[in-house]
């Protein structure tokens, strides 16, 4: 069994910056790409960035140049700085992640969320 554990959501001004936090614990024996995806009320869950093992990255057009992902595979977890944030980030917060475990099984896994709220 593997657990997601995202953090550092919070209220922020908006032009103001957070970094968000994945932390995966459990029965690992590797991560591969792990993504950020959102949910706004009344709107559908969307992908904000994703990174691979070996680091390649890619983002939604309405974050790019504004957030960055990044992980510690030494420490199983990934971030995602958020700069320059707009009202229009409020949202739940998702880390999803592609995780073998000891027994080689490749499983997909979401975290709990944490919430993010941009005041203008």
């Known amino acids: 069994q593997v657990q997601l554990v995202e953090s550092g959501g919070g209220l922020v001004q908006a032009g103001g910056s957070l970094r968000l936090s994945c932390a995966a614990s459990?029965?690992?024996?590797?991560?591969?790409?792990v993504g950020w995806y959102r949910q706004a009320p009344g709107k559908q869950r969307e992908l904000v960035a994703r990174?691979?093992?070996?680091?390649?990255?890619n983002y939604a057009d309405s974050v790019q140049g504004r957030f960055t992902i990044s992980r510690d595979n030494a420490k199983n977890t990934v971030y995602l700085q958020m700069n320059s944030l707009k009202p229009e980030d409020t949202a739940v917060y998702y880390c999803?992640?592609?995780?073998?475990?000891?027994?080689?099984?490749?499983?997909?896994?979401w975290g709990q969320g944490t919430q993010v709220t941009v005041s203008s």
């Open positions: 999803n992640a592609d995780v073998y475990g000891r027994t080689g099984a490749l499983v997909n896994y």
């Open positions: 459990g029965s690992i024996f590797s991560i591969n790409t």
């Open positions: 990174i691979t093992r070996g680091g390649s990255t």
